[in-house]
């Protein structure tokens, strides 16, 4: 196995752990409301 | 050659894409019981619905462990708008006046939020905190005549999901029976209760709320609102909790949209019906409601530790009343103490004095009322922390 192809598998799971992390925020995201609601009295 | 780099590149990206996913869950394990803000005073617009920041079960539990020791009397104050202080500086907040009022022997947190009810925030904050704080009273409002169902409002009855999910709660399932019994009626009310009770759930695992909630509080906000935008992506701590503008008192209650007489009725309206010679009759339908959801809204052991307080109105805006029409709201509080009063909460009006000079706007306080609220309740708590009650 080369440098390159080593180097290009380590570019690959940095890629997945982003993916992974974006999937996680992606969970938080969704269960938030289009827009905040908006407060009216009267 | 290609087939097995393909693969190899396939199953980089996975391991990275689980292991991204698993340190961001194990990061929202670690930050969930983390109390913030340092300097809380109160669930102020930035740190609350109204911009989309939506505090989690475990942070308010942290929030508050942080605050107080159990060896001193514990004082949850939770409710809506008025009681959040909104129309008071944080510094001269109702509830700084009531802890110096109370002395160093009590602890008062602010839980309360605009739109928020007795069912969500403090329910819950007293069910979780209830065990560890042996000396506990729980202070809340409402409006006369409305009390709200026993998950609370729309915006905060996530709370209870997500202490439930989370094994916070000390009477899980008390509490969740009385808010499955409260289903709502029709489909997309169900739906959208389905998906807070399932996502809250996920969230108890996978701890997204509250990793992305320490995120938006310390290092950027990543959720655009239009009150946010200014700043945006400035983290929530740079967003101070806003110093009200308080027009002089010739111009408060003149300028500006104000409510009109038949605005002020209506909180009465609908509870009674013209009798014979003068007299305001209960209907029975919205009574009924609210005796329902009073004896829904919090389990019998809570309620001896619980003041239930309704703060009357600006007296400028009840003046716009005619005469059978203020005797009808007279009867309304007197009323709605009673349905409180019966089912074993301690339940008080405050306000009937106050001045318009009290008022930030029809219902809310300013510096002035919030010294007299407090001065009102201070006593109110003492008795219920040494065992005694007012108007139970």
Not at chain 2, 243 to 248: D, G, L, N, Q, T
Request: proline share 6%.
């Amino acid at each position: 196995m080369n440098t390159q192809r080593i180097l290009q598998l380590i570019r690959w799971t940095a890629l997945g752990f982003l993916a992974g992390v974006v999937a996680h925020y992606v969970l938080y995201r969704i269960g938030l409301p289009l827009q905040p609601f908006i407060y009216v009295a009267f | 050659m290609s087939g097995h780099t393909d693969r190899a590149r396939s199953a980089a990206l996975l391991i990275g894409l689980i292991v991204g996913f698993c340190s961001a869950t194990l990061a929202g394990w670690v930050v969930s019981n983390r109390p913030y803000p340092a300097d809380f005073v109160r669930l102020h617009k930035f740190i609350g619905a109204e911009t989309n920041f939506f505090p989690t079960a475990s942070q308010l539990h942290a929030l508050v462990r942080a605050r107080c020791s159990p060896d001193r009397t514990l004082v949850l104050v939770a409710g809506n708008s008025i009681f959040n202080g909104y129309g008071e500086t944080p510094q001269g907040i109702w509830t700084a006046h009531l802890q110096d009022d109370l002395g160093s022997e009590y602890c008062v947190v602010n839980l309360a939020t605009a739109l928020s009810q007795i069912g969500d925030i403090g329910a819950v904050a007293m069910d979780m905190l209830r065990r560890e704080y042996p000396r506990m009273v729980l202070v809340t409002n409402t409006l006369p005549g409305t009390c709200g169902p026993p998950g609370g409002s729309a915006q905060y009855r996530y709370v209870f999901w997500d202490a439930y999910w989370k094994g916070l709660l000390n009477a899980p399932d008390e509490r969740r029976r009385a808010i499955d019994d409260w289903a709502p009626i029709g489909d997309p009310l169900r739906h959208q209760n389905e998906e807070i009770r399932l996502g809250r759930g996920l969230n108890a695992a996978l701890r997204f709320n509250d990793l992305w909630n320490y995120v938006e509080y310390d290092w950027l906000t990543t959720v655009w609102t239009t009150d946010t935008r200014a700043r945006f992506p400035a983290s929530r701590r740079h967003f101070a909790d806003p110093v009200p503008v308080i027009p002089p008192l010739a111009e408060r209650f003149t300028t500006g949209r104000q409510p009109r007489r038949s605005d002020i009725a209506r909180f009465s309206s609908s509870f009674f019906e013209a009798g014979e010679a003068g007299a305001w009759i209960e209907r029975s339908a919205p009574w009924q409601s609210l005796e329902k959801e009073i004896a829904a809204v919090l389990p019998q052991e809570f309620r001896p530790h619980t003041l239930v307080v309704m703060t009357e109105l600006n007296p400028v805006h009840l003046a716009l009343l005619t005469p059978p029409e203020r005797a009808r709201h007279a009867q309304l509080f007197s009323s709605s103490l009673q349905r409180w009063r019966s089912a074993g909460y301690n339940a008080i009006a405050v306000g009937a004095g106050f001045e318009p000079d009290n008022y930030y706007d029809y219902d809310h306080f300013t510096e002035s009322g919030g010294i007299k609220l407090a001065r009102e309740l201070a006593p109110q708590i003492r008795k219920l922390a040494a065992g005694g009650g007012e108007g139970s």
